[in-house]
């Protein structure tokens, strides 16, 4: 850690992170850093804070949070702050953040909430450039694009901190690249292991759904064998919205708590959505003024969590929407947007003060964390694990259970935020609403399966999403023929999706462990391999898996196979590693490949998960006769796991046929082997 000059009250490391898993960070390889680390130079003048750190010619970097445009970093300039649209590609996303990583095994993190610009070898200053005199080129560019484009390379990342009279950058060693990312998700405290049943399918209704509506999309589910394990209310359950009440709205559900139990009963977890606008009408409005912003946002008030004023009232209200039953939330708009599109604002600006005495940029930085962290809590307080949604995050947040999503609806962005959000801790949910067309859809689908959250976000379609459909004259949807075709499909990618529940939860134990992030680029595993530096639509999940998601309304994609024998996870067609296959996926298929000398478990399918649900497994076990795997075994719902309360339970494949043995003596079996397969 460096640090010089007076420090912000409030950084990303003192407010959000500051629970390091140090027991957990002492097992990590110890390595030195490739430079020294009196050559990072921090100068603090009249504008604020200078830092240059040294970049060799050879490294590449990664990081900011999570990116959608760029993967890899150098050469550009990006400014990591919190917005609900990339734009150009220029470092704004839901969840930045001030840190990078480099492919030499270092990170670089700059504690501060300030808005920080980085240079990543972008720009060379006059030294630099006189050294190098003479490498102009004397080529007349004719296009803009051409002469517009960066010809600088330099030795150099510079950092940009306006305002700050003081820093703290935090160093990260490797070895590897993969370690750094590791250290820093036990520094953060270790990743999130989320609720077992987080990890089953989620369902969001249309906005203005009613509780008949709900109960309605319930039955669906069950009546037609597609599992489902969480139903996600939108707006309309409270009575204000933009900005919001928090209370139930009577109209459209007369009876909500007898709706929670209907629910229970059938197996769901209800997820409400909310933000953290406060509407004159609520009930905690009044008591909430004095420790808010002095800018509204929607009409609505804007707490300033940073008070434990603020925290109490928010939290004892949410506490009684928990104790009927509610299992998590959706934590909407916490990216209060500043950078939109034309002049339209829905955010407190920079130049709000906060009883705090924050100002509004460090807040805007800080907001979503401060939010999700206060609601997370009261669950924390009742020892229940949860999984929400939520939109705006950024440093020191591995720890935390939930997911990332957006409104930007590219599919080739979302795949490769499946690969950035790895980076920095992050989870990220690639969500499916509307489509194109089938094609578009079923790809969607397939990613979304693929991701840390399963999750349709049907939150302005009246039908889900695979149920095609054509408007009759009166604007009454109608069923197209292909209807059932296409649910079927959906029923058998889903699951697949539930196969893969138990595989998926050690992931994530690896996560909250080791640090290791559960689904991560090629370049995080095959660090040797210069062909996966830049591959941003491949990513692995777990150790022996790897997916190749299919985007828009491509028929087949090229496959980069990194060194190996790899499987067709359908097939069971071998792909030499090293090597790039063309490769189709049908609809009904998920575009899913094994490494040779995995063990793999699938579950048969449970329509949804609870704590007595028993995983009967069918192991396949690929190109070998002997391998290993473990899974993880606890209640799957509470942090008891912290206190000892769970085993660790291996399957051994030999002589033929696959064993179960159980480390720890919690007395559990939540699996079973049903048979095995050895695939030659
Ligand atoms: C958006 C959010 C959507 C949906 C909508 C409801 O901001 O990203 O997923 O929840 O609000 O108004």
Redesign the pocket.
Known sequence: MLQTGVIDTYTPYSVIGGKPALEEMAQLPQADLPFDINDIHIEINDRGCAIEVPLDENEQLYGFGLQFGSFTQRGLRKQPIVN?NSLKDLGYSHAPETFYVSTKGYGIIVNTARYTTFLCGSNKKLQQAEQLAGTGSSKVATSTEELYQNRENSDKVYIDVPGAKGIEIMVLTGPSLQDVVKRYNLLSGGGCLPPMWGLGFKY?VK?DASQEDVLQYARYFRENNIPCDILGL??GWQTA??SCSYVWNKERFPDHKAMIDQLKKEGFKVNL?E?AYIHPSSPIRAAMTPYSGDFLVWNGLVPDFLMPEAREIFTNYHRGLIEEGISGF?L??CDNSNIGTGSATWCFPDMTQFPSGIDGEQMHQMYGSLYINTVDDIYRDMNLRTYH?Y?GSGLFMSYMGGVL???MYKHKDYIQALCTQAFGGLLWCP?V?EASSEVDFFHRLQTVLLSPMAMV?A??LRYAPWLQFDYDKNGEGIFLPEAKQYEDYTRTLINMRMQLVPYLYNAFYAYRSEGTPPFRPLVMDYPEDERVMGIDNQYMIGEGLMAAPLSDNENTRIVYFPEGTWYNFYTNEKYEGNNEYEINTPFDQLPLYVKEGTLLPLAEPVPAINEETTFKLHCKVYGTSNATCQLFEDDGVTYDFEKGKYNLVTLTAANGKVDLSRDGDYNLNRYEIADCEFIK
Request: glycine share 4%; net charge negative.
């Open positions: 609900d969001r906005g939108e707006p919205t933009y959505w933000h959706k909407d708009e949604n939109r999503y957006s409104d969500e609403r976000n939150w302005y």
